[in-house]
Nanobody, 121 residues
Framework: QVQLVESGGGLVQAGGSLRLSCAASGSGFSINAMGWYRQAPGKQRELVAAMTSGGSTNYADSVKGRFTISRDNGKNTVYLQMNSLKPEDTAVHYC???????????????WGQGTQVTVSS
């Protein structure tokens, strides 16, 4: 099993910044990819940003140029630096990890508990 612990959400004014962190812990696993999804009230969960173990990144069009995802592979931790925040960024942000497990052997997806990001206008 992999546990994901998130931190860094909160309330910020439009134009402000927040940094989210997510640390993966457990044993017998290697991370293939980590990233962030978000879900606003009444909307489907959507990808915000993701990064593979090789360093490839993928961003939602709505956050390109404002958000930056980074990873500390040694700590199995992923960060999301969010700048120029807008009220429409308000959502619960979930950390995501795809990991290869030694036992039971296979690739599995894991989710954090979610952290609220609220941007006031």
């Amino acid at each position: 099993q992999v546990q994901l612990v998130e931190s860094g959400g909160g309330l910020v004014q439009a134009g402000g910044s927040l940094r989210l962190s997510c640390a993966a812990s457990g044993s017998g696993f290697s991370i293939n990819a980590m990233g962030w999804y978000r879900q606003a009230p009444g909307k489907q969960r959507e990808l915000v940003a993701a990064m593979t173990s090789g360093g490839s990144t993928n961003y939602a069009d709505s956050v390109k140029g404002r958000f930056t995802i980074s990873r500390d592979n040694g700590k199995n931790t992923v960060y999301l630096q969010m700048n120029s925040l807008k009220p429409e960024d308000t959502a619960v942000h979930y950390c995501y990890a795809r990991a290869t497990m030694m036992w039971p052997t296979g690739q599995y997806d894991y989710w954090g508990q979610g952290t609220q990001v609220t941007v006031s206008s």
